[in-house]
Each structure stands twice: as C-alpha cells, then as structure tokens.
C-alpha cells in the first residue's frame, strides 16, 4: 500500500507526487478504490504541502495558503475530517478591510465598491468595462502580472 516516507527504489502503477490536498486526496481515493500498487511521494517531512503553518524558532505563526482549505463540498470535509480529525480545526472568520480615501472597505474591494463614493464607484466600473473591451481585442496574453491586472481589473 502508499506511504509517505523514504522508500527504496520500486516501479508502482500510480506514483502521487506531492502530500497537499490534491495528491492526498489522490491517495485516499485510490485506497478507496482498492488499489494497493501506488506511492506518495513528498519532499517535507510531513504531509500538507501549502495547506500547513510554518512555526518560527521565536514561535510566530504563517499559514503557508490561506485559500487552499477552503471548501464547500461535504465529500472534501469529511475526508478531512478523517484525516484530522474534526477538533483538528482551527477556524477563524475572516476580517478583512482595503483602506482607501480615508475608510475602510471590506475585502474583496471589488464585491464592496458601494462603501465608495459615487465618483470612484462610477470610476471602478468604467475601468472594469474599459478593461474587459481591452481584454477581449487584445494580441496574445499578458506579458507580466501587472499587465494581466489591468486587463481584468482596469486601472478604475
């Protein structure tokens, strides 16, 4: 059966690369389907990959993907939970605010322009059209990410 460890060297039929989310899920669904001739394979000591919390030597705390669990599918929290087990959990709600203009907007800014002013809300959805026109007749993809910022976002 899979593993996560330092095994010798074998030829299986399914080799999962990486112990995130996805190559987890990956292993469980292929011992769920009663597959015994597969390996996963990751290159930290323990399972998570960007799903985890790194804990400084002075003990500070950063959560290495703040959106990796973030679900709305039963089937994908049960298995968590029997992975963790459902005290595992450290949930906590997000409070999140841009301040722009002298106030605070709640995140995500583009889901809260109302909080602006009519001006700058008027300026925020002109740019939005103004950047998906200049997104759809566009030659090729963006050349950076500030370039592909602009065309989704536009400079409103």
């Known amino acids: 059966m899979g593993c996560l460890a330092h095994p010798s060297p074998r030829k299986v039929s399914v080799l999962v690369v990486g112990a995130g989310p996805t190559g987890l899920g990956a292993a469980t669904r292929l011992h769920q389907h ?3 001739d597969w390996l996963l394979l990751d290159q930290a000591k323990e399972a998570g990959g960007l799903s985890c919390t790194a804990v400084t030597p002075q003990g500070f705390l950063f959560d290495m993907g703040g959106h990796v669990i973030f679900s709305h599918w039963d089937y994908f929290d049960q298995l968590l939970d029997a992975a963790l087990g459902p005290d595992s959990w450290n949930t906590l709600q997000r409070v999140s605010y841009v301040w722009i203009k002298g106030r605070w907007v709640a995140y995500p800014f583009q889901n809260n322009i109302a909080a602006l002013d009519k001006e700058d809300q008027v300026s925020c959805l002109s740019g939005l059209v ?21 065309r989704v976002m536009g400079a409103g």
């Open 34 to 36: 009663g597959h015994t």
């Open 130 to 150: 103004e950047a998906c026109v200049a997104n759809a007749t566009a030659p090729g993809r963006p050349a950076n990410f500030d370039e592909w910022i602009m």
